[in-house]
Each structure stands twice: as C-alpha cells, then as structure tokens.
C-alpha cells in the first residue's frame, strides 16, 4: 500500500471519528505527497476538496485563499462541489470585509449536494458560520425579534425560538415575539504553530515505519 493510500485511509478514519481538527495536517501532506511524490496516485480534487473544507471549518481564510491559487484551473472546473467551497470562500471573506452576509453561505452550502467524504465537514462548516452570526446577534442586540433571528441563520420561525432557547440558552417572550440573547462565553484562540507542526512530524513518522515494516 502505498504512503497517499495510507494518508487517505487516515483521514476517513479520522473523519468517521470525528477527529476533524486532525484532517488538515493529513490532507497537507497528502497533497505534498501526490503531487511531488506519486503523480496520479488518487485524483487531486478528492484532495483539494477535503483540504479547502477543512480551513473553511477552521476559519483559516489565509490557508484556503493559499491553496486555491494552486489548484489549476482545469481541476475547478472538473469539481462542481470544489466551485461552492471556492465560492463560500469568497463569501467569508466578503463578510470578514463587512461587506457580506454570512446567511448567504449558509445558505449556499445548505443547498448544494455533498459527498459522502464532504458532508460530515459542511454538517461542521454549517454549524460554525450558524453559531458565529448568532454569536454576533448577542452582542449587538439585548433583545431582537424572532423573525430577524431567524432570517439571519435561516432557520424556520415557527421552530427558532424553540431552538434558540434549548441550544443557546436564550430567553423567549411569547407575548411580544421578542428573544433575549445570552452573551455569548469568552474564549481563546489558540495558537497555530509548533502543535500542528509536531502533529505533522508524528504522522510522518508513523507512515515511514508503518512503510519499512510492510
């Protein structure tokens, strides 16, 4: 077996368990692998696909942005599921810009047809952007109706409320149709560095001896 069919196995493995913050330094090096090592190996876009949901899913707009300019043209046109990651993409960066809306990538990746390697990643990706604009509707609003909720993260109204108040802990007055956000908790992002790059080493590692041993 060779060393992209061992990554490749990884990272299916990876993603049934759930283990999504482990796909980026496969799928890194799996593109490494195929594309300087064993030409053809697999076909690019069941790489680049993965790969570019994966820095959606981790809000790494830079690494995304990164990977699209070497992703040759002919390979973008090839993938239709490639084309709406490229374009939610743009959309993210749009609103990082605030200048886009973040219920219209929502929306673009809720209507597209996904693989089965790629749904459980937009199921994730959907999540974020959902919880990000909710997030920001608490700290712009004390309260807010539940239609703009709604509207926001595209959920229906006759269940938002309902929602809102059994994931996100808000408050529904049924009287006046108002919800009351709770501000969201503060927390911290880590660092990308020297973890990720330590991650990579041991996956390296674990391949070369998995290979001298086979």
């Known amino acids: 077996m060779s060393t992209a ?4 196995e990884q990272a299916d493995v990876c993603i049934k368990a759930g283990r999504f913050q482990d796909l980026i330094p496969l799928y890194e090096l799996l593109e490494f692998q ?7 190996a697999v076909p690019m876009n069941t790489i680049y696909e993965p790969l570019l949901a994966s820095y959606l899913v981790a809000y790494d707009l830079y690494s995304a942005r990164s990977l699209v300019s070497r992703i ?19 959309l993210l960066r749009q ?23 790629l749904a459980p990643l937009i199921a994730i990706l959907q999540d974020s952007i959902q919880n990000r604009e909710l997030d920001l509707l608490a ?15 595209w959920l229906n109204e006759d269940t938002a409320a309902e929602q809102l108040v059994a994931t996100r802990g808000w ?8 919800l009351y956000p ?29 290979q001298e041993s086979s």
């Open 5 to 8: 069919q061992r990554l490749i």
């Open 34 to 40: 195929v594309s300087a090592i064993e030409i053809e």
């Open 72 to 90: 040759p043209e002919v390979t973008k046109s090839e993938s239709s599921q490639l084309a709406v990651l490229i374009q939610a993409l743009e």
């Open 95 to 117: 609103w990082e810009r605030q200048n886009g809306n973040l219920k219209d990538i929502y929306k673009l990746l809720h209507q597209s047809r996904w693989n089965s390697t």
């Open 139 to 153: 700290k712009a609003y004390t309260s807010l109706p539940v239609q703009l909720a709604a509207s926001r993260i």
């Open 171 to 178: 408050r529904y007055d049924a009287s006046t149709g108002l």
């Open 182 to 210: 709770k501000a969201p908790e503060v927390t911290t992002n880590r660092p990308i560095g020297l973890q990720e790059f330590g991650h990579l080493a041991d996956v390296v590692a674990h391949l070369e001896v998995k």
